[in-house]
């Protein structure tokens, strides 16, 4: 009867680690960091390192391409011309070659 406890105390401790591993799943700690630490250190802390860790849906800021106008994702090429309070992003070096010169006449035009 006391092993039934046991086994139960287990299913629901890894069950609810679980859960909690789900919930930073969406976030930037990951799944495994907060199932591990539900597991190991206890619910309230996995819960409140869960919480505190990034949500990746909130801070995932999009950024357009100023050449050919597409979301860009992952690596990108920033340029902030000198003495200008602009960037300019470009998804690729092409996109660079293509469409700074052309913007840069753009923005000196506009002022
Ligand atoms: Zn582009």
């Not at 960091?33 to 190991?40: E, G, K, N, V």
């Not at 996995?46 to 800021?61: A, C, E, P, Y």
């Amino acid at each position: 009867m006391v092993y039934f406890f046991i086994a139960l105390l287990v299913i629901l401790k890894v069950g609810l680690s679980y859960l909690i591993g789900l919930s930073g799943k969406k976030r930037e700690i990951g799944f495994w960091a907060s199932f591990l630490i539900s597991l190991f250190f206890g619910f309230v802390l996995g819960l409140i390192v869960t919480f505190i860790s990034k949500d990746l849906n909130q801070t995932r800021t999009i950024v357009r391409c100023d050449g050919c106008k597409k979301e860009i994702n992952g690596e990108y090429i920033a340029i902030r011309p000198t003495g200008m309070n602009v960037k300019l992003d470009y998804c690729n070096e092409t996109c660079r070659d293509t469409y700074h010169a052309g913007n840069m006449e753009r923005l000196k035009s506009e002022g």
